[in-house]
């Protein structure tokens, strides 16, 4: 079976999409069948071109059997609407015209979704390779927007939701990362074939090799996140807590990531007085894993909106699988559920300071507590939420409906 996969972000690039798409791509080479990658030459979250790739329209790499194509595009990531449509158009632009040409036949297209736009692209690039389309959903767009007060101007709504259901009409198949992504589809196009491609865990790269001493830690209790900093997450919600624990030296906060609102959340943390709270830019995938060895808490921040009642980020598994004790700030919803299911950490009330500083110095109070919860979330995502079996039924899905 030849597939394509088109996605506007990969690695190099770090970030959820990435790694989820990167890995994806791989089990199906491994399985047998042919894959190619259509992306754009990596830019994000910096916006900018990444050394070694500024020369040329394009450019062709093979990654262990997968041959990746990556196309030039406008790199911008300022908070200009405009000049992000000009980011997002780019790219649908270039990856027609350059995947026109470059792009094999192939018996299945398979889309990421946001950006929405980026459908324009699949549908042709899929009429053209005579491929089926498959419309990988991993957030609602524009109801994502919509909901954090991004997207105010009610005709740019209308149009993207009208956008919206002309790419979803062109797919064979639609894929969601959540239940709540899937019901919603379902609800409004009971006619297509979906299916809850859910997002996961390499259960080989996400392990705990060996926590630091206590000795080597210094008494911390050291609380992390890592991740995009931007409006869904609300991290002024950790800032501010951060701020309000100053005075228990023993607590340390640590936020590793890059995004829009990073110079936001840098001038609170200094207003807040919040010297126990440290920035450290983006790392690798790889780093960041080491760093976790050191932590004795993985935070989850969700903002608090309707919407991401169904959100399941992907740092919640990843906290689970390095058997840290998970602090979800989120609204009551999927991934609430799944964290109080598996008995894998503690969850709180979205945006709640208050409540975040009591859960943060609860665990730190009762570490054998910790230990259990981590325990239980490693457990817990090695039976439901195993990467090699995800991909295997989205196969199945593809391949016999």
């Not at 754009?40 to 394009?58: D, M, S, T």
């Not at 192939?106 to 389309?133: Q, T, Y």
């Not at 994502?144 to 064979?172: H, N, R």
């Not at 023993?250 to 709270?277: K, R």
Request: charged share 20%.
């Amino acid at each position: 079976m030849k597939l394509i996969i088109l996605t506007q972000y990969y690695p190099p690039e770090t970030g959820a999409p990435q790694r989820r798409l990167s890995d994806l791509a791989r089990r199906l080479a491994a399985i047998g069948h042919q894959v190619q990658v259509l992306t754009a030459k990596p830019n994000y979250p910096e916006g900018k071109i990444f050394p070694g790739y500024k020369k040329g329209l394009f450019c062709r790499e093979r990654e262990g059997g997968i041959e990746v194509i990556r196309v030039w595009l406008y790199p911008n990531q300022s908070k200009s609407l405009a000049l992000r449509l000009a980011n997002y158009f780019s790219f649908v632009l270039s990856s027609i015209l350059i995947g026109t040409f470059t792009l094999g036949r192939a018996d299945f297209l398979i889309v990421e979704s946001p950006p929405l736009f980026l459908g324009i692209s699949a549908r042709f690039l899929a009429a053209v390779k005579r491929a089926r389309l498959v419309f990988n959903v991993s957030d609602l767009y524009p109801e994502t927007a919509i909901s954090l007060g991004m997207l105010d101007q009610p005709l740019l709504q209308k149009l993207l939701y009208a956008l919206e259901a002309w790419c979803y009409a062109g797919a064979d198949f639609i894929t969601g990362q959540t239940e709540g992504i899937v019901a919603s589809i379902r609800a409004r196009f009971p006619h297509k074939k979906v299916h809850l491609l859910t997002n996961g865990i390499d259960l080989e790269s996400v392990a705990r090799k060996g926590r630091p001493a206590a000795n080597d830690r210094e008494g911390k209790f050291r609380v992390g996140y890592a991740g995009i900093i931007g409006h869904a997450q609300r991290l002024d919600t950790v800032v501010r807590a951060a701020g309000q624990l100053a005075g228990h030296p023993e607590i340390e906060f640590s936020i590793f990531g890059d995004g829009p609102l990073l110079e936001d959340l840098v001038a609170l943390a200094e207003e807040t007085g919040a010297a126990n709270l440290h920035f450290h830019g983006r790392r690798s995938h790889e780093e960041i894993m080491a760093e976790m060895e050191s932590w004795d808490a993985g935070l989850v921040p969700l903002a608090n909106v309707p919407l991401m009642k169904g959100a399941l980020p992907s740092k919640m598994f990843e906290v689970m699988g390095m058997e840290l004790p998970v602090i979800l700030c989120a609204p009551a919803g999927e991934a609430s559920s799944l964290i109080e299911t598996a008995q894998a950490g503690v969850c709180v009330q979205a945006e709640n300071v208050d409540a975040l500083v009591e859960a943060v110095l609860h665990l730190a109070a009762h570490p054998d507590l910790g230990k259990q919860y981590g325990q239980n979330g490693r457990a817990y995502i090695e039976q439901h939420f195993n990467r090699q079996v995800i991909a295997e039924k989205f196969v199945a899905f593809i391949t016999f409906s």
